[in-house]
């Protein structure tokens, strides 16, 4: 979705940013997990595919995906690689374009070193409120 390209959501534990090319390499290898394609209902794809993926969920307008990043090892050092402190990501579904206020949220924290550390719990709460204050905006 466009309308978060150019967005950056900080928490405490995570940071929320838009799902660009630089990080479809570690997302492909991720979900070469049959695990993780069998709680997400995905298909293999290749790594040319997952590009073109990429690619469909900035233009979809129905569908706002954020990478969720470690916000510690983020903010521990400048310059460090947004794809380096990749854990998962967060979406955002509108189920009725023509009403706003319907959807639904999925997260996937990929990273199993990064689970039960409520990095998904904080995730889903941050675009929670970027959902609402972006419906706000709208109003």
Known sequence: MRLNQNILLLGKKVVLVPYTPEHVPRYHEWMKSEELRRLTASEPLTLE?????????????DKCTFIVLDAEKWQAQLGTSEESCMVGDVNLFLTDLGDPTLGEIEVMIAEPSCR????????????????GDAQTDDE
């Open 49 to 61: 595919q997952e590009y073109v993926m990429q690619c469909s969920w900035q233009e979809d307008a």
């Open 116 to 131: 039960g550390q409520g990095l998904g719990t904080e995730a889903v709460l941050v675009m929670m409120s970027y959902g």
